[in-house]
C-alpha cells in the first residue's frame, strides 16, 4: 500500500507537468498570435490556470513541514533536586517515601554498581539515587508513571524503563538480604510466647491486582471476578516476612501455591531448619512447623484451625492459633498502607 506521503508527491508532480505543459503551449500560441480560435484558447488557459492554482494549494500546504515549538516538551526535575534535598524535613520525607532517608541511602548504596549508567553526548544518565527514589514514589503513590515521570522531570517512557530495571535489581540484589529466616530460636521462643511452641513462621497469601494480561487472561481471574496475582508470605513472630512466593494466576488456590513453593518442600524433606529440631509433646516428636489459616491442607509440618462445631479444648486451639497466625495478616496490612500500588491495578508486562 503506498503511503499517503508519497500519494500527494505523485499528485503535486502531475499538476506541475500539467502546468509546465499550458506554460508551453502560451508560448507557442504568442509565436503564432492571430488564430481564429486563439481568444477560446487563451480562455481555456486561464481557467485550467485557476483549477491547478485551487489543486496545488491544499497539498502545498499538506507537504510544508509543521513547525514545532519544541522538539522535547521542557521539563523540570526541581523537585527533586531542590525541594526534597533542600527544604524537605524529615517528616516530609517519610511522608511521601513511607521511609528514612537512612534507610533510603542503604536501598541506594546496594544496588548503585547495577544501575549507575555513564552520560553519552546526547543526554546525562539518570543517578542511582533519582532512579530508586523513581520506583519507591511509585509503589509508594498508586502507581501512577505520569506522576512520577512530572515529579523528576523525566518522559514517562523514561520513568517506566527506570523504574522496571530498578524493581527488576531489587529482586536480584537486595531479595536474599531482606527475606529470609534469621535465627530460629528466636523465632521459635516468639510464637511459644503467643500460645505456639515449635512454630517457625505463620503461612497466607493475598491477591495483588494486575491490569488484565493480553494472553491468557482468564488464568488471571480470581474468585472476586478480578484479574490478580497470588503472593505468598511467610512472617515470623515480629511480622517480618521469612519466604515469599509470586508469580502465580490469581485462579489457583493457596493449596496449589504452597505445595509448589520452596518452603513446603524444604519443611517435608526437613532440611528448612539445620539439624530439624523436635519437642516433645504430649509424648509426641513434634519438628518445626507453620500455621496457616483453613483454606491450607492438615501436615505434620503444617497445622491449620479446626472447623465450626469444635469443642472447647478445640476452641482455645483455634485462639491461641489465630493470636499466632494473626502476624502474617498484619504484615500483608502494613504492606500495602506503606506501598499503595499494590492496591491498584499494577500495568506491568507479564512473561508469559
Known amino acids: 500500500m503506498v503511503p499517503r506521503q508519497e500519494l500527494m508527491r505523485m499528485y503535486v508532480l502531475i499538476c506541475m507537468l500539467i502546468q509546465n505543459w499550458m506554460q508551453r503551449r502560451r508560448q507557442l500560441l504568442g509565436m ?16 485550467m490556470d485557476g483549477m491547478l492554482s485551487s ?31 533542600t527544604v524537605w524535613s524529615d517528616w516530609m520525607w517519610k511522608r511521601y517515601f513511607r521511609m528514612p532517608r537512612s534507610v533510603f541511602n542503604m536501598i541506594v548504596e546496594e544496588p548503585r554498581p547495577h544501575l549507575a549508567r555513564r552520560d553519552t553526548r546526547l543526554r546525562k544518565a539518570v543517578p542511582v539515587d533519582k532512579q530508586v527514589a523513581m520506583a519507591i514514589l511509585y509503589l509508594c503513590h498508586k502507581g501512577s508513571y505520569s506522576t512520577v515521570a512530572t515529579f523528576f522531570g523525566v518522559g514517562k517512557s523514561t520513568a517506566y524503563k527506570v523504574i522496571i530495571q530498578v524493581l527488576l535489581c531489587m529482586e536480584m540484589v537486595l531479595l536474599r538480604r531482606a527475606v529470609y529466616l534469621g ?11 503467643l500460645g505456639f511452641p515449635q512454630v517457625v513462621g505463620a503461612i497466607d497469601g493475598c491477591h495483588i491486582k494486575i491490569t488484565a494480561p493480553v494472553h491468557e487472561d482468564a488464568q488471571y481471574i480470581n474468585r472476586k471476578q478480578q484479574h490478580s496475582m497470588i503472593l505468598q508470605g511467610t512472617c515470623d513472630q515480629t511480622g517480618r516476612f521469612i519466604d515469599i512466593v509470586t508469580g502465580y494466576a490469581g485462579s489457583n488456590h493457596d493449596t496449589f501455591v504452597a505445595k509448589e513453593s520452596p518452603i513446603f518442600h524444604a519443611l517435608k524433606a526437613g532440611i528448612y531448619i539445620p539439624g530439624c529440631p523436635t519437642l516433645t509433646i504430649a509424648g509426641k516428636q513434634v519438628g518445626p512447623i507453620l500455621l496457616g489459616d483453613g483454606d491450607y491442607p492438615i501436615k505434620p509440618w503444617l497445622l491449620t484451625p479446626f472447623k465450626v462445631g469444635h ?41 508469559m
Not at 70 to 76: A, F, G
Not at 184 to 192: E, L, N, S, T
Not at 322 to 344: D, N, P, Q, T
Open 183 to 193: 535465627d530460629y530460636r528466636k523465632v521459635m521462643d516468639g510464637f511459644a510466647e
Open 32 to 47: 503564432f498570435d492571430g488564430g481564429a480560435h486563439n481568444a477560446e484558447i487563451h480562455a481555456y488557459l486561464d481557467i
Open 311 to 351: 469443642s472447647k479444648r478445640e476452641g482455645v486451639y483455634n485462639r491461641k492459633s489465630s493470636k499466632s497466625r494473626v502476624v502474617v495478616e498484619r504484615a500483608f496490612g502494613r504492606m500495602k498502607s506503606r506501598f499503595r500500588a499494590l492496591s491498584c491495578n499494577l500495568d506491568l508486562e507479564l512473561k
Open 55 to 85: 489543486f496545488l494549494q491544499p497539498t502545498q500546504m499538506c507537504l510544508e513541514p509543521i513547525l514545532r515549538r519544541w522538539w522535547i516538551n521542557p521539563k523540570t526535575d526541581v523537585h527533586w533536586n531542590v525541594y526534597t534535598k
